[in-house]
């Protein structure tokens, strides 16, 4: 397990630096919108280098209007039994003639809607590979909330590109995406997205190019075990 880690990483610091891209066709964007849909946890990173946490994300896709997406996203971590959620999102995506325009927005009096997301198995069976269903969402409650009430993140839009392989991956800008959390004044974000699982990198710096928060030595790897 080690040494394929360290493998996803070594091709994620190359592919970063390197990565070409090509267009990205209807099909494409339909197959990006499925993979990021479902579970996806840490935990087999964080037994194989202890100095990564236990991190759940679960994504749905709860709203189309014409070739625009809208993902709602939540993100927490495990620790000593119990689950701390500390990030949930929208994701507005749709194609551009620059890939996957992605914008990223916060919701409003964030901490009443933790809630929305239900689990719906046991805390001995969360990292089982599963086809069914393993937890879900108030969509009716989430569709409630109206978009001009999202709080969207300046500066932290991302083109998502693709290689020729079907790989997706994108980053933010330099420092544009800006926020103070953990006294960052901006946070970078690096991802590379394929079928089964995803490798992300985010950090925050201060003006000055001083880490404040994120891990410093490589980026997390993320396994999907369940479609939603």
Known sequence: MKNWLLLVVCVFFTHTAFGQWVEITPQDYLRYTETITGRYTTYPHSIADTT???VLV???KFNMVRDTTYFYTQQGE???GKFYGYRQRIYKTYPDTNGIHLEIFALPNEKEYFSL?????TYEDRY???IEPTFEVDVDRLMQISESDYIKKIGCDIYIRMDKDGTFWGSTLND???GSYAG???TTSQFMIYTQYL???ERGWTDAGEQTWGPKSSPYVYFKISEY
Do not use: N
């Open 52 to 54: 990564k946490g236990d």
């Open 58 to 60: 679960r994504t749905i």
């Open 78 to 80: 495990w620790w000593e």
């Open 117 to 121: 997301v239900k689990e719906l198995v």
């Open 128 to 130: 089982k590979p599963s």
């Open 176 to 178: 544009e995406c800006k």
């Open 184 to 186: 960052a004044d901006y």
């Open 199 to 201: 490798v992300s990198w």
